[in-house]
């Protein structure tokens, strides 16, 4: 599609050809790099745009008919490939970077040993990815999908003007994440009324313990509608960037302790032991960073708990902008 095809959108099937589209471009762009492994940057953007695809092909479902080889389920199998390989990735680039270099020299052998261990993995990983984008599930996700693009079909949803629809269809995605238990994490209710409750170090350890699986869970549920908010901010004011503004600081608040907590984990497994006893240096500095993500979470988590900013962010998804596209137009043609 064109770079000006935006000026001619106007049904939610145009929309949902312009999100996968840009999205299917992403992730092929990348790929000959990917395969070559030259720079893991390549990986992860080719990831990033497997994932948005997937949003997309989820959030305009309901205007979509897609060829089964292009579906979400089919792009979810190629993207966990693609993820265990990016986990890697961050993890020994994290360790290099943030932790290496900070311990005593006992605990600088561990991690070494731990280094030759995860490339390792990382070489299976690899050769996974590999197997995964010369697979014939993959070339007919590609080959179907460019088909589609080519030639889009929809279902009568699609045909359906997207400022219309777009409420109905950004609203349900909204109310899931507000419904989702990780709000309740680390509060107190009383008389109805929420609090945040000032927890410790080593009770926020707990919960990691205990919840840790939900606040990674909701991390996922906030990137989600992030991605299918952001295909519509031409239709919003500045308001509605700010929503997508915050969910973008929440995703990445949430994923650095999702990061340390998998970083131990990690580490636990493949030196077989204790963290607390083999690298008791970096496990305090996990938990130490950990738990200042945690207190960068808590007024994100404050600010969502409110019933007036949920309702202010219900209210402004009810009424997409109806001139949007007609002041776009009109500051292109006095520029001309």
């Not at 989820?58 to 008919?65: H, N, Q, R, V």
């Not at 311990?103 to 050769?127: G, H, I, V, Y």
């Not at 460019?146 to 079909?153: E, I, M, Y």
């Not at 350890?205 to 939900?214: A, V």
């Amino acid at each position: 599609m064109k770079s000006d095809s935006k000026q001619f959108a106007n049904t939610l099937g145009d929309w949902a050809k312009i999100a996968l589209e840009k999205h299917f471009q992403k992730t092929i762009k990348y790929e000959e790099d990917v395969l070559s492994d030259r720079d893991p940057e390549a990986l992860h953007q080719m990831r990033v745009g497997m994932r948005r695809l997937r949003s997309a092909a989820k959030g305009f479902a309901p205007a979509l008919d897609l060829p089964k080889a292009a579906r979400q389920s089919q792009i979810g199998k190629i993207s966990r490939s693609l993820g265990s390989l990016r986990d890697l990735d961050v993890l020994l680039e994290t360790l290099e970077s943030d932790y290496k270099d900070t311990l005593p020299d006992r605990e600088k052998e561990e991690l070494k040993r731990a280094f030759t261990l995860l490339k390792s993995e990382r070489s299976q990983a690899f050769d996974a990815v590999k197997e995964t984008l010369n697979s014939e599930i993959y070339l007919s996700f590609k080959n179907s999908l460019a088909d589609w693009l080519n030639h889009p079909s929809y279902g009568e949803m699609g045909l359906l003007p997207i400022q219309g629809i777009l409420p109905d269809l950004l609203l349900p995605e909204v109310s899931d994440l507000f419904l989702h238990p990780g709000w309740l994490l680390g509060i107190k209710t009383k008389k109805g009324k929420v609090k945040i409750d000032n927890l410790t170090e080593t009770e926020v350890e707990e919960l990691f313990k205990n919840q840790g699986e939900t606040l990674h869970d909701i991390r996922k549920q906030v990137k989600r509608v992030r991605y299918q908010m952001s295909l519509f901010t031409k239709f919003y004011g500045e308001g509605y960037s700010g929503y997508v503004d915050d969910l973008k600081e929440i995703q990445e608040v949430l994923g650095k302790m999702q990061d340390s907590v998998v970083l131990a984990e990690t580490l636990s497994r493949v030196l077989e032991c204790d963290l607390q006893e083999t690298l008791p240096t970096l496990a305090e500095k996990l938990l130490e960073n950990r738990y200042l993500s945690w207190l960068e979470w808590q007024p994100l988590h404050q600010k969502y708990l409110k019933p007036e900013i949920r309702d202010q962010l219900r209210l402004e998804l009810l009424y997409p902008n109806p001139s949007s596209k007609s002041k776009k137009d009109g500051k292109k043609k006095k520029k001309g």
